[in-house]
């Protein structure tokens, strides 16, 4: 499976980050380690939310529409 995910820091609630991974579990471990020099400043982390896909160009698709302006937009108004 290949997963979009959504993550917001603990100790600095405004910050956010979505990103794509095949294994979930160690992607949160390499967050909250600060092993991830774009979110390494902000941590600990939580995850707020995920979507599971069995295609991997639709997960980087979607990967790719969150991180642009209508894509923050919508997670802001939805999630």
Known sequence: MYY????QSISHPDQKYTGYTTDLKI????HNE?????????????????FAFSDESKAKKFELYLK????????AKHF
Not at 27 to 30: A, D, E, P, Q, T
Not at 68 to 75: D, H, I, M, P, V
Request: proline share 6%; with cysteine.
């Open 68 to 75: 642009s302006g209508s894509g923050r937009a919508f997670s």
């Open 27 to 30: 992607r949160m471990k390499v």
């Open 34 to 50: 600060g092993r991830c020099p774009h979110t390494s400043k902000f941590i600990p982390w939580n995850l707020v939310n995920y």
């Open 4 to 7: 979009v995910y959504q993550i």
